[in-house]
């Protein structure tokens, strides 16, 4: 009994297996543990588990409709440009595969509290981005999609040059990603 429990506590060496005891994976375990910078509650985290609501957020650096072309110039955030048909028969299916693929790239899951506000679906329409996103059902006037513009100095703003919300300045930078930050009273 009591090499059992000296074997429990600080592990057993038999032939080529090692098996670490009780205060072996403590310390392992202390190790591991973050020390340093602020943690968030596990309910104000967001997992891929969590039950938290979240709206798709497409995040662009320009966006300008062609009405003689009849496409949309969507600028993504690397700088590169691309050209969305209003009408579907413009592309093959594989080009529609390979472009949903690269704005799908572009998305960024929002809390509804953090994300700009919703377009109106007729608009989205106009720009074609049917095409690509589910935009909600056609009963509803507002879209599921949200769509957010980056400037060069990285501030977030709607489509219409508004600031995305009035409780907090919206960044995107590239090494960073999104961040928000409470404005000050």
């Known amino acids: 009994m009591a090499r059992w429990l000296h074997e429990l506590e600080h592990g057993s060496q038999r032939g080529q297996q090692k098996r670490p005891g009780r205060q072996s994976l403590q310390r392992l ?3 591991s543990l973050a020390t340093v910078g602020q943690t968030q509650s596990d309910v104000a985290a967001s997992t891929r588990y969590s039950e938290q609501d979240t709206l798709d957020t497409l995040l662009l650096r320009r966006l300008r409709f ?62 074609g981005l049917q095409q690509v996103f589910h935009l909600g059902h056609p009963a ?40 928000h930050v409470k404005q000050k009273d």
């Open 29 to 31: 375990a202390q190790a």
């Open 66 to 127: 062609c009405p003689e072309q009849q496409l949309t110039e969507l600028t993504l955030l690397d700088g590169s440009c691309v050209q969305l048909p209003v009408q579907r028969h413009k592309l093959t299916p594989a080009g529609w595969r390979e472009l949903s693929i690269r704005l799908q790239k572009q998305l960024l899951g929002l809390r509804p509290s953090l994300a700009p506000p919703a377009c109106e679906r007729s608009r989205l329409e106009k720009l």
């Open 140 to 179: 509803y006037e507002d879209a599921l999609l949200r769509v957010a513009l980056v400037d060069d100095a990285g501030c977030i703003t709607t489509l219409d040059g508004q600031a995305a919300s009035g409780r907090y300045e919206h960044h995107y930078r590239d090494d960073l990603g999104y961040q």
